[in-house]
């Protein structure tokens, strides 16, 4: 699975088509990029896992059930100011035009990533996952 290419689509799909292909990709890469030019949830995982709220919405989006929401407020805290505004300048919108796609895109593109427990599966388990989130806390 193209984790790049579902990202990209689901991206300009949620900003109107206001960001091109290309634009997405560089966003995206920038923003969850991880070796090899794919994107690396596994990461995101373990980082909102650590996190006391975002821990049960990462549980929702890689079990088989709906997925939770995630606010934009709580989308800036993961990722900090910074990055944001770097995410949202590379699509050329606005910081709150980038943290909504985001909240749109992320569950979408973790639930079709862990699809069939392969996300979860990739980084050890249940256990694998609490493991890694041990480590930002450290």
């Known amino acids: 699975m193209d984790l790049m290419k579902m990202g990209t689509e689901l991206l300009t799909n949620s900003l ?3 960001a091109d292909t ?3 990709s560089a966003a995206l890469s920038g923003l ?3 070796s090899g030019g794919d994107l690396d949830l596994g990461a995101l995982a373990a980082k909102m896992a650590s996190s006391g709220e975002l821990s049960s919405v990462i549980g929702s989006w890689l ?3 709906g997925n939770a929401g995630i606010s934009a407020d709580s989308i800036t805290a993961l990722f900090g100011n910074s990055a944001v505004a770097d995410f949202a ?3 050329g919108v606005d910081p709150s035009n980038a943290t909504s796609a985001l909240s749109d895109v992320l569950p979408q593109l973790m639930d079709k990533s862990s699809s069939g427990g392969s996300l979860l599966d990739s980084l050890g388990g249940a256990e694998g996952l609490l493991g890694a989130a041990k480590s930002f806390l450290s």
């Open 16 to 18: 109107g088509g206001s």
């Open 32 to 34: 969850l990029g991880g």
């Open 63 to 65: 079990g088989d059930g």
């Open 89 to 91: 300048a590379k699509l």
């Open 22 to 24: 290309e634009q997405a």
